[in-house]
């Protein structure tokens, strides 16, 4: 079975926008959106990269609000910085220690660094030992910025990944 559909909810998934796609509910159409759905993942599986499983799903709900929280929180602030004068201004660069390995859990980390205003993941090294990032303001100890990323972001993903 796991041939024939290898992955079974993209095949729902693929036949549902092309019926709406078409906007049509006729036979030919749904027969036809049915075999995409069905062929398209049949093809696409020798592409797909392995990646680690969500261990603990309810761990990302409280881990939404945190990066919401913080988004909310670092608008302000950049607000605050931008607005200001120009000389408060630190811009620079912070060498990231990752402690994640697999792909997925580092993309999810440097997307939510990236979602925070006044910081931008710019750069993973071949070796995935750190991430670049880019903040808008280099605080006077970058070790706080370091060890905020670790507990609030990188720990929580590690706990989410089961890392």
């Given amino acids: 079975m796991t041939r024939i559909f290898p992955q079974p909810f993209h095949t729902i998934l693929l036949t549902v926008v092309w019926l709406l796609l078409n906007n049509s509910m006729s036979p030919g159409h749904i027969l036809l959106g049915v075999a995409l759905g069905i062929v398209i993942p049949i093809l696409c599986q020798p592409l797909r990269i392995p990646q680690p499983k969500v261990v603990k799903p309810l761990k990302l709900i409280p881990y939404v609000f945190i990066v919401i929280k913080d988004i909310i929180v670092a608008n302000i602030e950049v607000a605050i910085l931008v607005l200001g004068p120009m000389k408060r201004i630190q811009p620079g660069f912070i060498a990231y220690p990752l402690d994640l390995k697999e792909d997925l859990p580092i993309?999810?980390?440097?997307?939510?660094?990236?979602?925070?205003?006044?910081?931008?993941?710019?750069?993973?090294?071949?070796?995935?030992?750190?991430?670049?990032?880019?903040?808008?303001?280099?605080?006077?100890?970058?070790?706080?910025?370091?060890?905020?990323?670790?507990?609030?972001?990188?720990?929580?993903?590690?706990?989410?990944?089961?890392?």
């Fill in 107 to 163: 993309t999810l980390l440097a997307s939510t660094i990236t979602m925070t205003p006044g910081t931008c993941s710019c750069e993973l090294t071949q070796d995935k030992q750190f991430l670049y990032i880019h903040v808008l303001h280099m605080p006077a100890n970058e070790q706080q910025l370091i060890d905020y990323i670790k507990v609030h972001y990188e720990g929580r993903v590690r706990e989410i990944f089961g890392c």
